[in-house]
């Protein structure tokens, strides 16, 4: 009897204490919180948004309840972010302070929108429960810098300037070797020792429909008797403006120093350029670059017929943008700069053999161009939102090869009041490859120009037809037109009307005087 008295005494005890945890708030006494079978990492998201700018996003944590033992969060980002610090450590004294973790967004040049990220987090403990625990943190949302929207639309801009740079540095080299082939071609007969030609500046003024432009050249010629060494100052200046490329100017100057025999002509040469492009169709703003060359030539006559001419040229630039991009959530302006280097080589063969009343103009020719741009460090901003980036422009390489055979016809009036008439015909085939990869792309064109000039009025009246096709496309038109040259003005009026290949009529009024 009385061990079931103390099983009936158990049991009541057990009964009371139940009704105790159970009973007591529907009876007016204040509950207690219940202590959780498991702790948490309590997560506070202050702000789950970062930028490619440099604002991060921000990421409160502390303990649920004291651990046994301190608690280490290791943390990390992904390939879209970064976190810092990597490690937060929680003791026993200090479990409930909130740590700030920050996201930051990794900056690229891809115009991805808005994106995300997902930061990672890992549990370093002796505490049991606190390692027995799977913790997770929210995803970021990121959004893209200022530069990310208008590194594509800039990298074709920077492109175009610098590929337009090097056809310049291409034209004022073709120019140097043009012009000794000339000298060479027109021997010494005639030079004295001093100034050949004294400074003089010379050019032209030329106003169409949709463009104007000032092109002239400037500088003076120098012989020394002394080693026959010829010394020539030589400039060039254009200033253009149309609808489709706005304004462009180059200013240029090269001093040449050669020496000349009857049948070999040698030089070197060194000069800069200044230039300055309007920028209209991607973008607002301008280009401005400077530049230094330098480089040697030489023209050899074989036969007395066929000349080969050669040159090697290095080109050193510095150009600097500012450009104003539109974008739906308001302009973005860029700011920065890149420098090149560059090499330009090439060798040619030409001659020219008369037959009768026609002459042959055989030419061949093969030029290597190489130029390659540092990175360029870009700053976009866009309101007070602004980032760093840098661009990459592609080198530019290739291997330009071209054969040309040109016949020509003048048959000159034999009276006084006549019609002077000619005809040049030339079929040309070209070729340019990549040197890196070896692609080849080869072209083959066809010129053909009739003339017939009137000797009293000087008026000229000509019928030109061109075709040109590769691989790709097909090109052909036709251009009548009609010059008349102002004898006040030193210049002429020309009217053309043609065809192009699509059928599309085409007419242009030209006005020009030289000075």
């Given at each position: 009897m009385a061990d079931r008295k103390r099983l009936r005494s158990v049991s009541m005890r057990k009964a009371a204490s139940l009704c105790a945890l159970l009973c007591l708030p529907s009876m007016g006494f204040p509950a207690q919180s219940a202590v959780p079978l498991l702790p948490e990492i309590l997560i506070t998201a202050d702000d789950l948004q970062a930028s490619e700018s440099g604002d991060p996003a921000v990421i409160r944590l502390s303990l649920s309840r004291q651990p046994d033992a301190a608690v280490t969060l290791t943390l990390q980002g992904d390939k879209e972010c970064r976190v810092s610090p990597n490690?937060?450590?929680?003791?026993?004294?200090?479990?409930?302070?909130?740590?700030?973790?920050?996201?930051?967004?990794?900056?690229?040049?891809?115009?991805?929108?808005?994106?995300?990220?997902?930061?990672?987090?890992?549990?370093?403990?002796?505490?049991?429960e606190y390692k027995a625990i799977a913790a997770a943190l929210p995803s970021v949302e990121i959004k893209d810098a200022p530069a990310d929207a208008i590194f594509a639309r800039l990298e074709t801009i920077l492109r175009k300037d610098f590929s337009a740079t090097l056809l310049q540095q291409q034209?004022?080299?073709?120019?140097?070797?043009?012009?000794?082939?000339?000298?060479?071609?027109?021997?010494?007969?005639g030079i004295k020792c001093g100034a050949v030609k004294p400074f003089d500046v010379s050019g032209q003024v030329e106003i169409k429909e949709t463009s104007r432009a000032v092109r002239g050249s400037f500088g003076e010629e120098t012989?020394?008797?002394?080693?026959?060494?010829?010394?020539?100052?030589?400039?060039?200046?254009?200033?253009?403006?149309?609808?489709?490329?706005?304004?462009?100017?180059?200013?240029?100057?090269t001093h040449m120093v050669e020496t000349q025999s009857a049948r070999m002509l040698k030089g070197h040469?060194?000069?800069?350029?200044?230039?300055?492009?309007?920028?209209?169709?991607l973008a607002m703003g301008t280009i401005s670059g400077a530049g230094t060359y330098a480089g040697l030539y030489g023209v050899q006559r074989f036969r007395k017929i066929?000349?080969?001419?050669?040159?090697?040229?290095?080109?050193?630039?510095?150009h600097t943008y500012d450009l104003q991009f539109p974008n739906s959530n308001g302009e973005i302006d860029a700011r920065g700069s890149y420098d090149y280097a560059a090499g330009l080589a090439g060798i040619g063969l030409s001659g020219q053999r008369a037959a009768g009343p026609f002459v042959l103009h055989p030419k061949a020719d093969m030029r290597l161009t190489y130029g390659d741009v540092s990175s360029s460090r870009v700053r976009a901003a866009q309101g007070p939102s602004h980032s760093f980036g840098t661009l990459d422009v592609p080198a530019y390489q290739g291997l330009r090869s071209g054969l040309e055979l040109?016949?020509?016809?003048?048959?000159?009036?034999?009276?006084?009041?006549g019609w002077d008439r000619s005809v040049w015909f030339a079929p040309r085939l070209g070729c340019l490859s990549d040197v890196v990869q070896g692609d080849l792309d080869c072209d083959s064109g066809l010129k053909m120009q009739f003339d017939a000039a009137h000797t009293v009025s000087r008026t000229r009246y000509s019928l030109g037809l061109e075709a040109q096709a590769d691989r790709t496309s097909r090109w052909r038109g036709v251009t009548v037109s009609r010059t008349v040259a102002l004898d006040s003005a030193g210049g002429h009026v020309r009217t053309s009307l043609g065809m192009n290949d699509r059928s599309k009529p085409t007419y242009e009024y030209a006005f020009s005087f030289e000075f």
């Open positions: 490690k937060l450590t929680y003791r026993t004294s200090d479990w409930d302070r909130a740590q700030a973790l920050s996201v930051l967004a990794i900056p690229d040049a891809a115009p991805e929108g808005l994106h995300r990220c997902q930061p990672l987090i890992s549990i370093e403990t002796e505490d049991r034209a004022i080299v073709s120019g140097i070797v043009s012009d000794a082939t000339r000298r060479l071609i027109r021997g010494r007969y012989v020394s008797c002394h080693g026959a060494r010829r010394q020539i100052g030589s400039g060039r200046f254009a200033l253009s403006d149309s609808e489709t490329l706005g304004r462009q100017s180059l200013l240029s100057y040469f060194v000069g800069g350029y200044g230039s300055e492009a309007a920028v209209e169709k066929l000349l080969l001419s050669y040159f090697a040229s290095a080109v050193l630039g510095h040109g016949f020509e016809f003048d048959h000159p009036s034999l009276a006084s009041v």
